[in-house]
C-alpha cells in the first residue's frame, strides 16, 4: 500500500526528470 503509493511517486518523478533530459 505505502509501498506501491512511494513505487508510483518515485517512478513519476523518474519519469518527469527524464522527459526534462535532467537525467
Known amino acids: ?3 506501491e503509493f ?3 511517486c518515485a517512478y513519476t518523478i ?3 526528470l ?3 533530459k535532467i537525467i
Open 6 to 8: 512511494l513505487l508510483s
Open 1 to 3: 500500500m505505502v509501498g
Open 18 to 20: 527524464r522527459q526534462n
Open 14 to 16: 523518474f519519469t518527469n
